[in-house]
């Protein structure tokens, strides 16, 4: 098992992969009831969050050694009102997700959230199998050698490694 950082109790059981992708998303709501979704802090997102947009967000860009890129992803938005009663239903959930494939041909891309913080965050995807994870994203230079930024490979030792993590069964991975 490889473990790079400890983990949290809030998150528990979440997959490796950090970003979902939208039929990853659309699965994991069948037979769910409420949707509900963890920050990366641990704090759950208030239950009477709103879904106010869903879309494809395509991102076309040249980086810092001049390599044109592009990207695309499916972004959700969550905000909270006054409105404490309300509740999204994984029902309703997947019915915007279908709308919004019907109506604006959205794409089985990864999936950003964004959420009001102190400004508006954008956060990668996972599922611990009960609760959706936002989880940290972080910005990076694509082009290291044409910036001259050194390439370091962090040299570890497996056995370092492994006496960090918990084993399977544990409850903490």
């Not at 059981?13 to 920050?39: C, N, P, R, W």
């Not at 891309?109 to 994203?137: D, H, R, S």
Request: charged share 30%; proline share 3%; with cysteine.
């Amino acid at each position: 098992m490889l473990c790079l950082a400890p983990c949290e109790k809030e998150s528990l059981h979440v997959a490796k992969k950090l970003i979902m992708k939208l039929s990853e998303v659309k699965k994991s709501l069948v037979g769910m009831d409420q949707v509900s979704f963890i920050l990366p802090n641990g704090k759950n997102v208030p239950k009477h969050y709103h879904l106010t947009e869903i879309g494809n967000v395509n991102k076309k860009f040249v980086d810092c050694g001049g390599k044109v890129r592009e990207e695309t992803k499916v972004s959700f938005q969550l905000w909270t009102s006054i409105d404490l009663h309300h509740r999204l239903k994984s029902e309703k959930f997947a019915k915007i997700i279908s709308t919004a494939e019907e109506t604006i041909d959205l794409q089985d891309a990864e999936v950003e959230v964004e959420y009001q913080g102190e400004t508006i965050q954008k956060f990668g995807l996972n599922f611990n199998g009960e609760q959706f994870v936002l989880t940290q994203t972080k910005t990076d230079c694509l082009a290291k050698e044409d910036c001259g930024v050194p390439v370091q490979k962090v040299k570890t030792k497996l056995s370092e490694l492994a006496s960090a993590c918990c084993e399977p069964g544990e409850g903490c991975c």
